[in-house]
């Protein structure tokens, strides 16, 4: 995809860097490219994503469980020439599933070392204190992942009594591979954004159980 303006100030200070500094500037640039991921120096900004709309059938189908969780802390590192990132989340309730703890850390792409950050469009994101419902997969051998990325996110807003679950910002723009013509079909997004966080669960819950029946 591409690397954002910013970025360029990376390369503005090429003459105090030493040569193998600039290359490895340079070379972690050309990864982000390649891998659809913004590379900037200073803030970050996610650039507008493009995915295919999965349903909450699908979402489901795919995960290990769905919790209600708050965000702790975050730890980024280089793995090769890729930023990741490990969340520590504190499990306030399961909604499907089973979750291996109290806790859990789920990895996502992209985050921030020193001053460099990598952005990768259409991956979850969690703010330290701020609630979010998940969809996880994995288990308690290594870290869990959000089921199709930022689909499988959604922010918990509002008061006591009044709290709504809203789509992630960074989900970016989702094609519709097929009219939504019934209501299991219809994706994710449209079925949960703005939807109270009860009759989310309550949602949540009736597919789950259809869609992992035995």
């Given at each position: 995809?591409?690397?954002?303006?910013?970025?360029?100030?990376v390369?503005?200070?090429?003459?105090?860097?030493?040569?193998?500094?600039?290359?490895?500037?340079?070379?972690?640039?050309?990864?982000?490219?390649?891998?659809?991921?913004?590379?900037?120096?200073?803030?970050?900004?996610?650039?507008?994503?493009?995915?295919?709309?999965?349903?909450?059938?699908?979402?489901?189908?795919?995960?290990?469980?769905?919790?209600?969780?708050?965000?702790?802390?975050?730890?980024?590192?280089?793995?090769?020439?890729?930023?990741?990132?490990?969340?520590?989340?504190?499990?306030?309730?399961?909604?499907?599933?089973?979750?291996?703890g109290?806790e859990?850390?789920?990895?996502?792409?992209?985050g921030?070392?020193?001053?460099?950050?990598?952005?990768?469009?259409?991956?979850?994101?969690?703010?330290?204190?701020?609630?979010?419902?998940?969809?996880?997969?994995?288990?308690?051998?290594?870290?869990?992942?959000?089921?199709?990325?930022?689909?499988?996110?959604?922010?918990?807003?509002?008061?006591?009594?009044?709290?709504?679950?809203?789509?992630?910002?960074?989900?970016?723009?989702?094609?519709?591979?097929?009219?939504?013509?019934?209501?299991?079909?219809?994706?994710?997004?449209?079925?949960?954004?703005?939807?109270?966080?009860?009759?989310?669960?309550?949602?949540?819950?009736?597919?789950?159980?259809?869609?992992?029946?035995?």
């Amino acid at each position: 995809m591409r690397v954002l303006s910013k970025a360029t100030r990376v390369s503005e200070h090429g003459a105090n860097m030493t040569p193998p500094v600039r290359r490895r500037m340079f070379a972690t640039a050309l990864l982000a490219i390649a891998a659809g991921t913004s590379l900037l120096a200073g803030s970050s900004r996610a650039g507008a994503s493009v995915g295919i709309a999965a349903s909450l059938d699908e979402i489901a189908r795919q995960s290990t469980s769905v919790a209600l969780v708050t965000p702790l802390e975050a730890r980024s590192e280089w793995q090769g020439r890729r930023i990741v990132t490990f969340h520590r989340l504190r499990v306030e309730s399961v909604v499907s599933g089973s979750a291996p703890g109290t806790e859990v850390v789920v990895q996502t792409l992209g985050g921030r070392v020193g001053k460099i950050a990598q952005v990768v469009d259409g991956e979850p994101t969690f703010a330290n204190g701020e609630q979010a419902l998940v969809f996880l997969r994995g288990d308690a051998a290594g870290p869990l992942r959000v089921t199709l990325r930022a689909q499988g996110q959604f922010r918990v807003q509002g008061g006591d009594g009044n709290l709504r679950l809203v789509r992630p910002r960074q989900l970016g723009k989702l094609l519709r591979a097929r009219p939504p013509s019934a209501a299991t079909l219809t994706d994710a997004a449209l079925t949960l954004d703005g939807a109270s966080l009860a009759a989310g669960v309550d949602r949540i819950v009736a597919v789950w159980r259809r869609v992992h029946a035995r």
